[in-house]
């Protein structure tokens, strides 16, 4: 048991990525809401051991940011986004996708 949640199938939808998983619960989020969450750590910073955060400079952010050329599942519980400026180091999870669809 896992629990994370399996993606069984995704599209996009105008600006929003619909995701469907396995356990048939589904999630809508728009692509401009998915980037402002990007979890990777030069989005999101990097905490040490003490919970310090580590973090650049915010990334400017132009209209290319909040658009997408394609994306790729990750084994069974992600999905990484290549975003138009060139961005691809977030990984979504199934998890994380539900979390942020409302
Ligand atoms: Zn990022």
Known sequence: MTDN???E???IVNDIL????????DAMI????LREKCPCAAC??????LGNIYK???PVLTENSFQINGIKTVGYYGLQLFWKDG????IFTGKLLKRLSN
Not at 30 to 33: F, I
Not at 87 to 90: C, L
Request: no cysteine.
């Open 18 to 25: 619909l995701v469907s998983f396995t356990d048939k619960s």
């Open 56 to 58: 650049g400079p915010d």
């Open 44 to 49: 999101q910073g990097e905490k040490d051991a």
């Open 5 to 7: 949640l399996a993606i």
């Open 87 to 90: 961005h691809d180091t977030g």
């Open 9 to 11: 199938n995704y599209e």
């Open 30 to 33: 728009p692509l401009r809401a």
